[in-house]
């Protein structure tokens, strides 16, 4: 069998799958294999003996001639190289075309150059493959952008209501918490907010002063942790001249401001008791008199209250009254904690970097999605406020569109609360190790009050209430 093979090696050609043509020097066709008819149209004796460029490669795919010195097959027939050439085309009898894969390859005898040999196939299936393929790539790739685009916005649709007010969300519990906001802001019942430290406690009181009848009146804040006891009085009721020392004349205190509009009472807890007891008659009378003063003076105002302490744990302690609790406690509101929402981080973020791009000129197009990975598997002790400063300083870091986190989330920096602390003790290390990585720098660009989000009035009457200390 093997020497029938070899004294007919025709026989090998003619079953091969690829079409075979052998040319002479001056190009014309001397073989034909049976697969080359097939694919072509054209039978040997049609072609034997001519040159074969005339048949099947005078023009390219789109027509325009190809001229025959310029054909690969015969440029291998005068150098004697050998050539690869993919996508190309050969005509059919019948006129038509299909893309072909080819090679030109000389052949020698007695190191003599006597012609060239050309093996094709027809690429054309795998050519619509690929053209398929691709097409349908760009199709995913067009639907992916047209669902971002849709997801951005659904986003934007979802928070309609509430997107300008930075209230942004869709988890249940923080729903929960809207729908609260919408009921009790059409009456003018006392609210008290309750949450953590960072979790928005004042962005919901404005809101809440937005959608209430009072929305064209006053909105007055009074941090009650940032006056001493002697002059947070003074800043609730007013004083008159000569009241006390440095009181040089007469001024109206935040009820008297707040007259027909809203009354907000920033962290309550830290009320001494004298103030509790004529908060206490503002409330039930809606009367006061200025510090120093002998007048009555009568004010229509809505309070609303907060606080991030417990305040019946104060009230059984004796350092909060009872009767002033029930009567801020008329409607409570609980603020979640960013950890009991974190499917709202995305939104979140979302609302804070359009903001920021306000505020630092910036163009950001959003968070990469393992950067919202690892925000949502962060616990956020600092809430909101946290995720705020993380994403101003990534901003600020950045030089790209889409944000990446630059280091690892930890709590307040570098130190892990401990949870077996209380909520004193883990303010006081969480602020003294703040003060430290600040060289005890309380005001300023780089102080401790600005790292904590805090007013500098605020965070120094917290280390006088800790007993925070350089040395402590």
Same mark, same amino acid.
């Given at each position: 069998?093997?020497?029938?093979?070899?004294?007919?090696?025709? +026989?090998?050609?003619?079953?091969?799958?690829?079409?075979?043509?052998?040319?002479?020097?001056?190009?014309?066709?001397?073989?034909?294999?049976?697969?080359?008819?097939?694919?072509?149209?054209?039978?040997?004796?049609?072609?034997?003996?001519?040159? !074969? $460029?005339?048949?099947? $490669?005078?023009?390219?795919?789109?027509?325009?001639?190809?001229?025959?010195?310029?054909?690969?097959?015969?440029?291998?027939?005068?150098?004697?190289?050998?050539?690869?050439?993919?996508?190309?085309?050969?005509?059919? #009898?019948?006129? =038509?075309?299909?893309?072909?894969?080819?090679?030109?390859?000389?052949?020698?005898?007695?190191?003599?150059?006597?012609?060239?040999?050309?093996?094709?196939?027809?690429?054309?299936?795998?050519?619509?493959?690929?053209?398929?393929?691709?097409?349908?790539?760009?199709?995913?790739?067009?639907?992916?952008?047209?669902?971002?685009?849709?997801?951005?916005? @659904?986003?934007?649709?979802?928070?309609?209501?509430?997107?300008?007010?930075?209230?942004?969300?869709?988890?249940?519990?923080?729903?929960?918490? /809207?729908?609260?906001?919408?009921?009790?802001?059409?009456? %003018?019942?006392?609210?008290?907010?309750?949450?953590?430290?960072?979790?928005?406690?004042?962005?919901?009181? *404005?809101?809440?002063? *937005? +959608?209430?009848? *009072?929305?064209?009146?006053?909105?007055?804040?009074?941090?009650?942790?940032?006056?001493?006891?002697?002059?947070?009085? =003074?800043?609730?009721?007013?004083?008159?001249?000569?009241?006390?020392?440095?009181?040089?004349?007469?001024?109206?205190?935040?009820?008297?401001?707040?007259?027909?509009?809203?009354?907000?009472?920033?962290?309550?807890?830290? @009320?001494?008791?004298?103030?509790?007891?004529?908060?206490?008659?503002?409330?039930?009378?809606?009367?006061?008199?200025?510090?120093?003063?002998?007048?009555?003076?009568?004010?229509?105002?809505?309070?609303?209250?907060?606080?991030?302490?417990?305040?019946?744990?104060?009230?059984?302690?004796?350092?909060?009254?009872?009767?002033?609790?029930?009567? /801020?406690?008329?409607?409570? !509101?609980?603020?979640?904690?960013?950890?009991?929402?974190?499917?709202?981080?995305?939104?979140?973020?979302?609302?804070?970097?359009?903001?920021?791009?306000?505020?630092?000129?910036?163009?950001?197009?959003? +968070?990469? #999605?393992?950067?919202?990975?690892?925000?949502?598997?962060? %616990?956020?002790?600092?809430?909101? *406020?946290?995720?705020?400063?993380?994403?101003?300083?990534? &901003?600020?870091?950045?030089?790209?569109?889409?944000?990446? /986190?630059?280091?690892?989330?930890?709590?307040?920096?570098?130190?892990?609360?401990?949870?077996?602390?209380? +909520?004193?003790? &883990?303010?006081?290390? $969480?602020?003294?190790?703040?003060?430290?990585?600040? $060289?005890?720098?309380?005001?300023?660009?780089?102080?401790?009050?600005? #790292?904590?989000?805090?007013?500098?009035?605020?965070?120094?009457?917290?280390?006088?209430?800790?007993?925070?200390?350089?040395?402590?």
């Amino acid at each position: 069998m093997i020497k029938q093979f070899l004294n007919d090696p025709k +026989l090998l050609l003619n079953a091969v799958g690829e079409g075979i043509y052998g040319f002479d020097l001056s190009g014309n066709a001397v073989f034909v294999n049976p697969a080359a008819e097939r694919m072509t149209g054209w039978c040997a004796e049609e072609l034997l003996g001519k040159k !074969i $460029h005339q048949y099947h $490669h005078h023009t390219h795919a789109d027509g325009t001639p190809y001229p025959a010195d310029e054909c690969q097959i015969y440029c291998t027939m005068f150098d004697g190289k050998r050539r690869e050439v993919k996508n190309e085309v050969f005509w059919r #009898k019948d006129g =038509s075309s299909f893309a072909v894969q080819y090679t030109s390859t000389p052949v020698y005898q007695n190191d003599e150059l006597i012609g060239a040999v050309a093996v094709f196939r027809d690429i054309s299936l795998q050519q619509q493959t690929q053209n398929a393929l691709q097409e349908a790539l760009e199709q995913v790739k067009h639907l992916s952008e047209q669902l971002k685009d849709e997801n951005n916005y @659904l986003i934007a649709e979802l928070n309609e209501d509430w997107q300008d007010s930075g209230l942004v969300g869709q988890s249940h519990i923080f729903q929960t918490m /809207l729908d609260q906001i919408k009921l009790v802001s059409e009456t %003018d019942s006392t609210v008290l907010i309750l949450g953590e430290n960072g979790t928005g406690k004042e962005l919901v009181a *404005r809101n809440l002063y *937005r +959608l209430s009848k *009072r929305s064209e009146q006053a909105f007055i804040k009074v941090n009650c942790a940032a006056f001493t006891p002697s002059l947070l009085e =003074s800043e609730l009721f007013g004083h008159e001249k000569g009241a006390f020392t440095g009181a040089n004349e007469r001024r109206k205190g935040r009820f008297e401001l707040a007259d027909k509009g809203t009354l907000f009472l920033d962290e309550i807890a830290e @009320l001494p008791l004298e103030a509790q007891s004529k908060l206490l008659r503002v409330l039930q009378e809606q009367e006061f008199e200025r510090v120093g003063g002998s007048n009555t003076l009568k004010v229509n105002i809505r309070v609303i209250a907060a606080t991030n302490r417990d305040l019946w744990e104060m009230v059984q302690k004796g350092t909060f009254r009872i009767d002033l609790y029930y009567r /801020l406690n008329v409607f409570p !509101i609980k603020v979640p904690a960013l950890k009991d929402r974190k499917e709202d981080i995305p939104y979140l973020c979302a609302n804070l970097i359009a903001q920021l791009n306000k505020r630092l000129g910036k163009n950001l197009k959003g +968070l990469s #999605k393992k950067a919202i990975t690892q925000l949502q598997a962060y %616990d956020w002790p600092g809430n909101i *406020r946290e995720l705020q400063n993380v994403l101003e300083r990534e &901003a600020i870091l950045s030089n790209q569109a889409v944000l990446q /986190l630059s280091q690892p989330l930890q709590a307040g920096g570098e130190v892990v609360i401990n949870p077996s602390l209380t +909520l004193d003790e &883990a303010q006081k290390q $969480h602020i003294t190790s703040v003060l430290a990585l600040s $060289h005890w720098q309380i005001s300023g660009e780089k102080g401790a009050a600005v #790292k904590l989000g805090l007013p500098e009035s605020t965070l120094r009457s917290k280390m006088r209430k800790l007993g925070v200390a350089k040395n402590s």
